[in-house]
DNA sequence: ACCCTAATTTAGAATTATTCTAATTCCAGG
DNA sequence: CCTGGAATTAGAATAATTCTAAATTAGGGT
């Protein structure tokens, strides 16, 4: 809650935790969720809590290390922060997918246009059917 | 149960429950939770349970007469969808602001391209500062 | 009219997802 | 060593969402 942390006395870095979740996360292929990364997690740090899930999740999002998306349905998600990047999910089936355009400077200019929001970054979702589900 | 309500009955049709939520919700100024608009349904339909709001939500989604976004923290919330539009979000203190940027057709075309989904619709999401807190 | 059937609503339980609490551990500095 | 703050832990508490089973509704046939 303190504003401007300092780095006095040892400030925290990385922990075995956070760092075992972060791998978990990195080495994933898709998008986990909590639980999951709480089960992968637990296989490499078997004494880990959930709790320190979702402290480490709420760290490593803070420190821009790993991404969290949500879209209505169950759990949220957390994929590397690898760089921008925008999404596609299946109306029908519910997949995700990561894709990449690149997000033009007028566009992002014409956002902070319209809502005077200071920008930190402008993400696309695309919805519609899945090349398994478009038949 | 209340008696003389309308017309409907065996088939899948706008029933007063359903009708309700989607009044609710488009009265409404802003976002509304499920358990928003769970107290504001019961205002004119006292009976309504929590199950139906559920199902009703799920159908006026399918119907596409509302749209549920959510991000990452507590709730999903719902919008009546009147046409295409955007969301800005506050990355400190959550305020979720829509907006309107014509999507050319070039980036959905261009979106479908790299994701090879039959494309429904593309949304803008802006991260950033709202203007409150941004100073 | 009267029954049959399918969709829907209801209440509440059950299941998930996430946050909170209190006790404990770990580590750096005095 | 001792102390203090940050992190971790286990499990309880809360919140969000889905499920279940019974009851309700009305349309369509007979």
Redesign the pocket.
């Known amino acids: 809650m303190?504003s401007g942390?300092g780095d006095q006395?040892?400030?925290?870095?990385l922990?075995?935790?956070?760092e075992a979740i972060l791998q978990v996360i990195r080495e994933s292929e898709n998008h986990m969720?909590?639980?999951e990364i709480f089960e992968a997690a637990r296989r490499v740090?078997p004494?880990?809590?959930?709790?320190?899930?979702?402290?480490?999740?709420?760290?490593l999002k803070e420190a821009g290390l790993v991404h969290?998306i949500?879209f209505?349905?169950?759990?949220?998600r957390y994929d590397r922060e690898t760089e921008r990047h925008d999404h596609a999910i299946c109306t029908s089936c519910g997949k995700l997918a990561d894709f990449d355009l690149t997000v033009t400077k007028e566009l992002v200019r014409a956002a902070v246009r319209k809502t005077r929001f200071k920008p930190e970054s402008l993400h696309l979702t695309l919805r519609g059917l899945c090349p398994d589900c478009r038949e």
Chains 1, 2 share one sequence.
């Open positions: 303190s942390n006395g040892g400030a925290r870095t922990t075995p935790q956070r969720t909590a639980s740090l004494s880990i809590s959930y709790a320190t899930v979702y402290n480490s999740l709420k760290y969290e949500s209505g349905n169950g759990a949220s």
